[in-house]
């Protein structure tokens, strides 16, 4: 049975990469994962916003991509050895900083793709998206890092698992199996979609059988990270499921223009 997650919005599917920042990067103050950019992503009509999450030296569950703060502030210490409130002064000029308690609260009407950054980050991101899981993916490089967040949601009472995408190891195998005509079978168990590049290192990833393979159990395919127009065209045009774009007001104006 597809999960809730997907149930009542549009496909394909539009996922802000970040949240939305309107214009180009270099010239804008506002932060990604910051409130500014999701609040900009939801205006722009993005049912999905596709996040990050670490721990602070302080516990909390806060939305950030990167290791360190030195490609955002200009500062090499790790993300994990700042406490909560430093990182919220950092990003006051910036879109404001959010938790995932925060943003589950801020855009209730929003669905969260959450990336688990850290093993640290697992236990208690799963257990604080329990009452939401009908619109939270949780997904990781690492498949067992996936694994333990999704099982924290539960053992915190979810009444029904969060949507789940595969890491790294399952697509590697998928795309293995796929190119030998092999069932996806336990591949994709418990899985509601896989989140992958066209190409990595020089290698190409996503592919018709790979598509073939996913969707025969239901899987999603979702690419990224995908911003040139005539890119998503393509892709759409393939048969993938979503998109995860830095340009999600472009990806939403091209393939939901009602």
Same mark, same amino acid.
């Given at each position: 049975?597809?999960?809730?997650?997907f149930?009542?919005?549009r496909?394909p599917?539009v996922?802000?990469?970040r949240?939305?920042? =309107?214009?180009?990067r270099?010239?804008?103050?506002?932060?990604?994962?910051?409130?500014?950019?999701?609040? /900009?992503?939801h205006?722009?009509?993005?049912?999905y916003?596709?996040? *990050?999450c670490?721990?602070?030296? $302080?516990? $909390?569950?806060?939305?950030v991509?990167?290791?360190? +703060?030195i490609r955002? !502030?200009?500062?090499?210490?790790?993300?994990?050895?700042?406490r909560t409130?430093?990182?919220?002064?950092?990003?006051? *000029?910036?879109? %404001?900083?959010? @938790?995932v308690?925060?943003a +589950?609260?801020?855009? =209730?009407d929003?669905?969260f793709?959450? *990336?688990?950054? @850290?093993? /640290?980050?697992a236990? =208690?991101?799963g257990?604080?998206?329990?009452p939401?899981t009908e619109?939270?993916?949780?997904?990781?490089?690492?498949?067992?890092?996936r694994?333990t967040?999704?099982?924290a949601?539960?053992?915190a009472g979810?009444?029904?698992? =969060?949507?789940?995408? %595969?890491?790294?190891? @399952?697509?590697?195998?998928?795309?293995?199996?796929?190119?030998?005509?092999?069932?996806p079978?336990?591949?994709l !168990?418990d899985? $509601?979609a896989?989140q992958?590049?066209e190409?990595?290192n %020089?290698?190409?990833?996503? @592919?018709?059988?790979l +598509?073939?393979? !996913?969707h025969?159990?239901?899987?999603?395919?979702?690419?990224?990270?995908?911003?040139?127009?005539? *890119?998503?065209?393509?892709?759409?045009?393939? %048969?993938? $499921?979503?998109?995860v774009?830095?340009?999600a007001d472009?990806?939403?104006?091209?393939?939901?223009?009602?």
């Open positions: 049975m597809r999960h809730p997650y149930a009542g919005t496909h599917r996922l802000a990469h949240g939305l920042i =309107p214009t180009t270099e010239d804008s103050p506002v932060w990604e994962n910051s409130a500014a950019a999701f609040a /900009a992503a205006a722009s009509g993005a049912e916003i596709e996040t *990050d670490r721990l602070t030296v $302080d516990g $909390d569950v806060v939305l991509h990167d290791e360190t +703060l955002l !502030a200009g500062d090499a210490r790790a993300t994990a050895t700042v409130a430093e990182l919220r002064t950092l990003f006051e *000029d910036h879109g %404001g900083l959010l @938790t308690a925060e +589950l609260e801020l855009f =209730p929003t669905r793709n959450i *990336d688990v950054k @850290t093993d /640290a980050a236990e =208690p991101a257990r604080l998206v329990a939401h619109r939270v993916l949780l997904t990781s490089f690492s498949d067992r890092r694994r967040a999704v099982e949601a539960l053992r979810a009444a029904l698992r =969060p949507a789940t995408s %595969g890491g790294r190891r @399952t697509i590697m195998a998928l795309r293995a199996a796929s190119s030998m005509r092999l069932s079978g336990r591949i !168990a899985l $509601d896989v992958i590049p190409r990595y %020089g290698v190409r990833v996503l @592919t018709p059988a +598509l073939r393979a !996913a025969s159990r239901d899987v999603e395919v979702h690419v990224w990270t995908v911003n040139e127009p005539d *890119d998503i065209r393509r892709l759409v045009a393939m %048969g993938v $499921d979503g998109i774009s830095d340009r472009v990806a939403v104006s091209l393939l939901h223009r009602d």
